[in-house]
C-alpha cells in the first residue's frame, strides 16, 4: 500500500523540521517548503530518505501570492513524477514569521509583512492546495498560544493568528462535505531561532516562560512535531475543528 503524503510548509528548520521528521517516522511521504535555506531543506529530504520515505523540497515564498501557481505547476509534476500520485493527504501550513514590536511602533509596513504570510498566504494557498488533496485528508494550521493569551509587542502578530484559528473552524465546516478534517495547533514558547531565537538565547524571557510554565520549562520543537503527525493520522479521524494548545501548561 502506498505511504500517505504530507506537505509541510517552511520545513526545513525548526518546528516545521520536526513536523516533517515525526510524520516520516509514522510511515508518511513529506514534501518540504523552504524559503532560502536550500541546504537545510535538502537536508531534511535525506534524513527522511533515510527512514524510508520519499520526499522532496520545493522553494515557496508564502507571502508572494503571484507565484503560488508556479508552485502548484510545480507540485503537480512531484507528485506524478517521484510520487506517483496526483493528490497529497495532508496539508501542514507552518510556514511563517515573528516580530516582536510595541503596538504604538507597529508601522503599515510591518503590519503588511505579517499579513501576507501569517494569514492571507495561509487563506489563499489553502484555497489553491484544496483540489490537491485527497478526500478524507486533512489541514492542519500552526497558531500560536498567543492568539488566545497577551504578551507585550505581538499585538500584530497574535491577532494574524487569531484569524488564523477563525480560518480553522470555516475551514473545517466548508470541507467537512469531502470529509477533509481542519485543526489548530497552538504552540507556546518553543526555543527555536524564530523571531531572532528571542525565547532560546534571552536569559531573562527564558526564565520568564519557565515560571509562567506548569510543566516548568520552555517548549521545544520535538514537542509540537508529534502532535502534528498525530492529527495526520487515523487516530485522529474524528477530530475537525479544533484548537489544541501545546504549551506545557502556560498561565493556568
Known sequence: MKNKIALVTGGNRGLGRDMALQLARKGLDVIITYYSRKEEAFQVVEDIQQMGCNATALQLNVGEFKDFDHFFN???????????????????????IGLNIPFMETT?????????????????????????????????????????ASMPGYAAYAAMKGAVETLTRYLAK??????????????????????????????????????????????EPEDIGGVVAFLCSEDARWITAQRIEVSGGMSL
Not at 74 to 96: C, H, M, P, T, W
Not at 111 to 128: R, S
Not at 193 to 200: E, K, L, Y
Open 74 to 96: 510545480q507540485l503537480v509534476r512531484e507528485l506524478k513524477e517521484n510520487f506517483v500520485s496526483e493528490r497529497f493527504d495532508y496539508l501542514i501550513n507552518n510556514a511563517g
Open 174 to 219: 466548508e470541507l467537512s462535505p469531502r470529509g477533509i478534517k481542519v485543526n489548530a495547533v497552538a504552540p507556546g514558547p518553543i526555543a527555536t531561532d524564530f523571531a531572532g531565537g528571542v525565547i532560546r538565547d534571552n536569559v531573562q524571557y527564558n526564565a520568564k516562560v519557565k515560571e509562567l510554565t506548569a510543566l516548568g520549562r520552555v517548549g
Open 108 to 148: 503599515e509596513e510591518q503590519f503588511d509583512l505579517l499579513l501576507n504570510v501569517q494569514y492571507k498566504g495561509v487563506f489563499f494557498f489553502t484555497q489553491k492546495a484544496v483540489n490537491l488533496i485527497k478526500d478524507g485528508g486533512g489541514i492542519v494550521n500552526i497558531s500560536s498560544r498567543l492568539a488566545q
